[in-house]
């Protein structure tokens, strides 16, 4: 099965600096990396998401980056705040099962 | 649409006491998947279904029992709560097939084993 491997586990920033969190995988044939960001006490939701056709995907101030070939992805936020702190995991699947996840970065950005 | 709806939202068992973790989903989705979430592990997969009437088993399957006899439903079973068991656990949905987009997660259920 899909085996996926998260760095690093905690992240610690300035508010406007960049965090960039990596995963990899090990199953050729997954083609949905999902990212999800989970707050405290709550449940994990989606904040982007790639496929494996594309090699880059931006929304305001994430983005995430897929190389096929290494398998790996990224994800990167710039200019942080204090409000994207939280705890963010990757997750890779090849379609026709169910998601595995990294174990987790968390983030924190101080003011 | 209510999405993913998990009962109870906190429980607290004796060693030995079994019980029903509930889950129900209203977005017709396909795959359905019980995680459990420990501290520093991330996201574990304990059971997962690809529609009614087929379940698998995740990575942490051993004490627990899954069944889907309908696309909705799809409760986990502790068979004999141990203090190992002690955990939040999450059940997700998502599409299946050709429709390859993310899970929605319930509200998750915070067990406690004393």
């Known amino acids: 099965g899909e085996n996926v491997e998260q760095h690093p586990s905690t992240l610690s920033v300035q508010e406007g600096d960049s965090a960039v969190i990596k995963c990899t995988y090990s199953?050729?044939?997954?083609?949905?990396f999902p990212w999800y960001k989970q707050e405290l006490g709550k449940r994990p939701q989606l904040i982007i998401d790639?496929?494996?056709?594309?090699g880059e995907k931006k929304d305001q101030r994430i983005a995430v980056t897929l190389n096929k070939t290494a398998k790996h992805f990224s994800l990167h936020i710039t200019e942080t705040q204090p409000e994207d702190s939280a705890v963010y995991f990757c997750?890779?699947?090849?379609?026709?099962?169910?998601?595995?996840f990294g174990k987790g970065t968390m983030l924190l950005v101080s003011p | 649409n209510a999405g993913v709806t998990q009962t109870p939202k906190f429980q607290v068992l004796k060693t030995g006491q079994s019980m029903t973790l509930q889950c129900a989903q209203d977005?017709?989705?396909?795959?359905m998947s019980w995680y459990r979430q420990d501290p520093g592990m991330g996201l574990r997969l304990i059971h997962y279904?690809?529609?009614?009437?087929?379940?698998d088993q995740g990575e942490v399957p051993n004490g627990y029992n899954v069944s889907r006899s309908t696309t909705e439903d799809f409760p986990l079973r502790l068979l004999s709560a141990a203090p190992s068991q002690t955990s939040v656990y999450f059940c997700a949905s998502r599409p299946g097939g050709s429709a390859n987009t993310e899970a929605f997660f319930g509200q998750g259920t915070r067990l406690t084993v004393v």
């Open positions: 790639i496929r494996s056709n594309v």
């Open positions: 279904s690809v529609g009614a009437g087929i379940t």
């Open positions: 199953d050729s044939a997954s083609n949905y």
């Open positions: 997750a890779a699947t090849p379609g026709y099962s169910t998601l595995t």
């Open positions: 977005m017709n989705h396909e795959y």
